[in-house]
T-cell receptor, first 115, second 113 residues
Framework: KAGVTQTPRYLIKTRGQQVTLSCSPISGHRSVSWYQQTPGQGLQFLFEYFSETQRNKGNFPGRFSGRQFSNSRSEMNVSTLELGDSALYLC??????????????FGPGTRLTVL | AQTVTQSQPEMSVQEAETVTLSCTYDTSENNYYLFWYKQPPSRQMILVIRQEAYKQQNATENRFSVNFQKAAKSFSLKISDSQLGDTAMYFCAFTRGRNDMRFGAGTRLTVKP
């Protein structure tokens, strides 16, 4: 079974631009979560999608948004980029989104640099 | 709000020895899940071990084991017979059961030959 894939792996943008990151979960997984990883703030939960619906949201401004498609692939969008948005963005997929007996799998991440 | 604290930013251990990484958390929930994730320099996060709060028995996975103290809200990771491949960032994480983990700041572990 293929793992979680994220595209692109690296991205360079300038302040004020917008960016879209993509995540393809493991086949059969219906839940996708996004995390931001920075040296200063560590790993922070952005949001979770399950069956095309946002189920949970972290404490991030409205510039950060996402969506999930019927095939469970997910995209996250950041508008009006700021220097502080430079980070590694990790996507994690989970079969059902509940942890009673299933594991969450992470992708390799997208490294976003904002200049 | 749930918080996860890892008080050891960096640790080192000699190959073949044992090391323990500390983690404490704060929650008012009674049912939840705790995890240790490993992030090697390649950046792919890998699950090391998980613990369900309703299970009193400490989880073990080969050389990895946890000491889960629910009343103290403590969840430490013990790595036995450390190997060079164990060198990585280790993150303690908490979730109430959904796919929305809260992570600690991480502990950078270096295994020395």
């Amino acid at each position: 079974k293929a793992g979680v894939t994220q595209t692109p792996r690296y991205l360079i943008k300038t302040r004020g631009q917008q960016v879209t990151l993509s995540c393809s979960p493991i086949s059969g997984h219906r839940s996708v979560s996004w995390y931001q990883q920075t040296p200063g703030q560590g790993l922070q939960f952005l949001f979770e999608y399950f069956s095309e619906t946002q189920r949970n949201k972290g404490n991030f401004p409205g510039r950060f948004s996402g969506r999930q498609f019927s095939n469970s692939r997910s995209e996250m969008n950041v508008s009006t980029l700021e220097l502080g948005d430079s980070a590694l963005y990790l996507c994690a997929s989970h079969q059902t989104g509940t942890h009673s007996d299933n594991e969450q799998f992470f992708g390799p991440g997208t490294r976003l640099t904002v200049l | 709000a749930q918080t996860v604290t890892q008080s050891q930013p960096e640790m080192s251990v000699q190959e073949a020895e044992t090391v323990t990484l500390s983690c404490t958390y704060d929650t008012s929930e009674n049912n939840y899940y705790l995890f240790w994730y490993k992030q090697p320099p390649s950046r792919q996060m890998i699950l090391v071990i998980r613990q369900e709060a309703y299970k009193q028995q400490n989880a073990t996975e080969n050389r990895f084991s946890v000491n889960f103290q629910k009343a103290a809200k403590s969840f430490s990771l013990k790595i036995s017979d450390s190997q060079l491949g164990d060198t990585a960032m280790y993150f303690c994480a908490f979730t109430r059961g959904r796919n929305d983990m809260r992570f600690g700041a991480g502990t950078r572990l270096t295994v020395k030959p």
